[in-house]
């Protein structure tokens, strides 16, 4: 859970796609930013006016944080669903990488990671946001970490595997794979990175998988 929660009012059903709203707001953070973002730009790309954007979000933090959980639920559920269910380790995450790629690099999506890059430009005011947001980030760290320790257990790893460093290796690589996307760099190019890191994975021997998927 985070500090912030959306403001979801109760009463009569909204006039407008809830999801759409969420995305043009998204958009217009994007490419502002948080703090440069106006209410009048949000209202306008939202096609509410100021009334019905309070009444709905209740203010401008609640709102790029309630855009920030529908990209999150959007773009990352499903790819950190495979890295779960998959029970073998370097297909997973190989299938993970591959995907953040995707999604970074996606027209559909803002180029690279809201989660790593949506601070930017976000004052002493608003630090709630920024924690938020470090906590949101926090989660992926966490998440490889889970999938790590269970990848230990399986014998995917070998004993004595710092887990935790791993996890921050490969939170640390998502985070620049979004400045990377940011930066204009193509999906193939992001899916290259992707495949070379998962060299960083040790081996449960000294010998290299005899299937090609991670097991000797």
Same mark, same amino acid.
């Given at each position: 859970m985070t500090a912030i929660t959306s403001h979801?009012?109760?009463?009569?059903?909204?006039?407008?796609?809830?999801?759409?709203a969420l995305h043009s707001a998204l958009e217009v953070f994007w490419k502002r930013g948080y703090e440069p973002a106006t209410m009048g730009e949000l209202c306008s790309a939202?096609?509410?006016?100021? $009334?019905?954007?309070?009444a709905a979000f209740g203010n401008k933090a609640s709102l790029f944080m309630e855009a920030v959980e529908h990209y999150e639920t959007t773009y990352w559920a499903a790819p950190w669903r495979l890295l779960d269910e998959e029970p073998n380790l370097r297909v997973a995450l190989g299938r993970?990488?591959? *995907?953040?790629?995707?999604?970074?690099?996606?027209?559909d999506a803002p180029c690279g990671c809201m989660?790593?890059?949506?601070?930017?430009?976000?004052?002493? *005011?608003?630090q709630d946001v920024h924690d938020a947001l470090r906590a949101l980030r926090e989660v992926s760290r966490t998440n490889f970490r889970k999938r790590f320790e269970r990848a230990l257990d399986a014998g995917d790893l070998p004993l004595g595997t710092d887990v935790a460093t791993l996890a921050s290796t490969f939170n640390t690589l998502l985070q620049g794979l979004s400045v990377q996307a940011r930066d204009g760099a193509?999906?193939? *190019?992001? *899916?290259?990175?992707?495949e070379a890191s998962l060299a960083l994975? $040790?081996?449960?021997?000294?010998?290299?998988?005899?299937?090609?998927?991670?097991?000797?």
């Open positions: 979801r009012s109760k009463g009569r059903p909204r006039t407008f796609d809830r999801a759409q939202m096609g509410i006016n100021p $009334p019905s954007l309070y993970f990488m591959t *995907e953040a790629a995707a999604v970074l690099t996606s027209l989660v790593v890059l949506g601070t930017a430009n976000v004052s002493p *005011e608003a193509a999906r193939a *190019e992001l *899916e290259r990175i992707a994975l $040790p081996y449960a021997d000294s010998g290299a998988p005899a299937d090609g998927r991670g097991r000797p």
